[in-house]
């Protein structure tokens, strides 16, 4: 998505993103598939392997969709993506980034890529 319209804003959400995607304390973004398979592997499971997929789900952006991608918690143990963010940037700056993507994204379809883990692991 071009940023180029929140001027200065958008470096600073850029860096904020950035930080989290580095933030080794968020559940989401600390571990990968080889993680999971070894901690598997350290608990006594056997024959353990695992595959990364990439999954593409067309979405549609309407108002719940936006509403839920900023505000819903999608995995147990971390918070919504706005509260995330909020570690990075202060309310107000969030808040026009946040108006000015919705309003870039509001009524298109696109296609979201997800990584999925498949793991496979035997008791021993």
Same mark, same amino acid.
């Given at each position: 998505m071009d940023l180029r319209g929140l001027g200065s804003l958008a470096q600073d959400f850029i860096a #904020?993103?950035?930080?989290?995607w580095e933030d080794p304390e968020d559940p989401e973004m600390n571990f990968d598939e080889c993680t /999971?398979?070894?901690?598997?592997r350290a608990v006594g499971f056997v024959r353990v392997s695992s595959t990364l997929e990439r999954l593409k789900k067309?979405?549609? #952006?309407n108002e719940r969709y936006l509403h839920d991608f900023w505000h819903k918690q999608w995995f147990p143990g971390r918070k919504? /993506?706005?509260?995330?963010?909020?570690?990075?940037l202060d309310r107000e700056h969030l808040d026009t980034c946040v108006e000015f993507i919705n309003g870039e994204l509001r009524g298109r379809e696109f296609t979201r890529e997800l990584a999925a883990a498949l793991i496979a692991a035997m008791c021993p």
């Open positions: #904020a993103e950035q930080a989290m /999971l398979a070894n901690d598997l067309q979405r549609h #952006a919504p /993506l706005y509260e995330v963010l909020m570690r990075h």
